[in-house]
């Protein structure tokens, strides 16, 4: 039995190393696919007691689900699709762990830890899930004395999970209380977190429903769910440093800054900026004459689904003989990667998808860089400005290229609040309008020169 | 605890270290989703639940099974949706 598992958690490990390459990836996937079959027939093997008729409407019915939601979902969706995935692994630990309790009858610290984990990676998944959606705000909703309120309530968790073996409350009564406080501090912890900062608070979900696996492992004594949950804990804790890297902000600062909130007035006073409005047919012109081009998407791309006609532009311009590359900042997008799998839907091949430290070289002899629903990661404010709230934060160094050309709805500031200087500068031109139509007016002018 | 698990748990957040700190920035979504799929490992223990005694508690390992395998079926095909995507020209 042991030994199966030991099997299963070699194919994670091996499959997780093959996803170093895209060549290999597929096949690692396939093998961590592998490896849960075998931990799950292992399971079924071992155990004589198993309810086989309840064990099929259950994996039958999440199997169906399961199904639909990975053919139904559009690479935009992504991240919310994360997000329901990161909530209902936590949900599954914390319901398993609930499940021995009321077998035991007995709460054990370990019992209240997985299910304190576990019910706050669902309850904080599906307000991460909220804001992608546009259900709950996008916008950072921060209240007076929340932060007091949050550590009120985990102090409370604290109390009641040390208690837990006093005759002054009974055990199904701290259960329910820790199952409700820690719904609530999920919610607490995700709600004050605004759109552009997804992609940390994603990566920490994910790395919880990790952690609140291997809690779940330890309960149980099973060294399977132990070696999984800390390999999906750390990975979650990579992204999510790369991610806090990517903005130049501390963990702390991301869950409890709350930047992005309705009161954050553009601080874009003073200077005022002469901003050059061109039409597609003059953006044509420029990229007509240019040898290398740089596109850069952000999330406006996403929200536009303007990835397939931005790689049918690139096609064109190769054609003409330019060398066209896509600079990708790690915090492009709401999700780590999230360009890169939009791009790759759009036929992009992947070799001419560049992170930050490989493309910035590249913009001093680039001709045009082309700017695609991005602003914040493209302000050179956040090499000079020390008063600029993204002060700090590695950018793409675009404004070196000899031209840049953004698109951009209208002029309202990026999430950061700021009003992005690039903007005035000599050598940038703006165009106005909706991502996908701009391009596919540009695509037009370009194919008729 | 034992001390044995606690071993195994510090061993693998090292190998997990080891391993995910190579993926390349362009996988990140597909690394993502599918250790989400690994996550749901917790079907396992779902299984064992779901035969234990308590009415109870086998409501509870049933939900805790669909839950899981929701996560392990959807999570392992729409990260091979996004890998077959990925090619080199």
């Known amino acids: 039995m042991n030994l199966f598992y030991l099997i299963s958690a070699v194919c994670f490990i091996l499959g997780l190393k093959r996803l170093s390459h895209p060549k290999t990836a ?21 155990s004589d007691v198993l309810d086989l008729q309840l064990i099929a409407i259950g994996i039958g019915t999440g199997a169906v689900i399961g199904l639909l939601f990975a053919t139904r979902v559009q690479m935009t969706e992504m ?15 914390a319901l ?37 959606q546009g259900i709950v705000s996008g916008r950072a909703v921060t209240f007076k004395g929340q932060q007091a309120l949050n550590a009120l309530i985990f102090a409370a968790i604290v109390v009641l999970i040390s208690v837990n073996n006093l005759e002054v409350i009974s055990a199904y009564n701290i259960f329910y209380l820790v199952v409700l406080l820690a719904f609530l501090l999920g919610i607490g912890l ?17 790395s919880y429903s990790g952690i609140a696996a291997a809690a779940t492992g330890f309960l149980i004594d099973n060294q399977a769910l132990i070696i999984s949950g800390s390999l999906v804990g750390a990975s979650g804790l990579i992204l999510t440093n790369i991610m806090c890297k990517g903005m130049n902000r501390s963990l702390a600062n991301v869950i409890f800054g709350a930047v992005g909130a309705e009161t954050s007035g553009g601080s874009s006073d003073g200077k005022e900026m002469n901003i050059k409005s061109y039409s597609t047919t003059e953006a044509a012109m420029i990229l007509d004459a240019a040898e290398k ?24 311009l190769e054609a003409k003989g330019k060398k ?19 791009l790759a839907e759009a036929n992009v091949s992947y070799d001419l ?27 050179p404010a956040a090499r000079h400005d020390q008063s600029s709230p993204i002060y700090g934060m590695p950018i793409l160094d675009v404004d070196k290229s000899r031209t840049v ?22 050598n940038s031109i703006m165009v106005f309008g909706d991502a996908k139509d701009m391009l596919n007016d540009l695509l037009k002018e370009i194919k008729e020169l | 605890m034992d001390v044995n698990l606690i071993t195994i748990f510090i061993l693998a957040i090292f190998v997990g270290n080891e391993v995910i700190n190579k993926v390349p920035p362009t996988l990140h979504t597909p690394l993502m989703s599918g250790s989400n799929a690994i996550s749901g490992i917790a079907i396992v223990g779902a299984l064992l639940a779901i035969s234990t005694d308590g009415q109870i508690s086998t409501y509870l390992g049933l939900a805790a099974l669909i839950c899981a395998t929701i996560n392990v079926v959807g999570g392992f095909l729409v990260t091979d949706r996004m890998l077959k995507m990925f090619k080199k020209k």
């Open chain 1, 26 to 46: 597929r096949s690692g996937n396939f093998l961590a696919a592998l490896g849960m079959l075998i931990a799950i027939a292992a399971t079924l093997a071992s």
């Open chain 1, 79 to 93: 991240p919310q699709m994360v997000a329901i995935f990161n909530g209902l692994g936590g949900s599954a630990s």
């Open chain 1, 96 to 132: 398993v762990a609930s499940s021995e309790f009321f077998k035991i009858d007995d709460l054990s610290f370990i019992i209240c830890l997985s299910v304190f984990i576990g019910t706050l990676t669902f309850s904080g998944s599906f307000i991460a899930f909220g804001k992608l």
């Open chain 1, 190 to 206: 995700t709600i004050p977190i605004g759109g552009a900062d997804m992609p940390v608070v994603i990566s920490l979900l994910n």
């Open chain 1, 293 to 316: 081009v740089i596109i850069v998407p952000g999330y406006g791309l996403a929200v536009a689904q303007a990835q397939h006609v931005a790689r049918e532009v690139a096609d064109n």
């Open chain 1, 324 to 342: 066209v590359l896509y600079a990708i900042h790690p915090v492009a997008g709401r999700m780590p990667g999230h360009m890169n799998v939009l």
């Open chain 1, 353 to 379: 998808l560049k992170d930050l430290d490989e493309i910035n070289p590249e913009f001093e002899d680039c001709d045009v860089a082309l700017i695609l629903g991005a602003n914040d990661v493209v302000n």
């Open chain 1, 405 to 426: 050309i953004i698109n951009k709805r209208s002029m309202n500031p990026g999430f950061a609040g700021v009003q992005n200087e690039l903007f005035g500068y000599d």
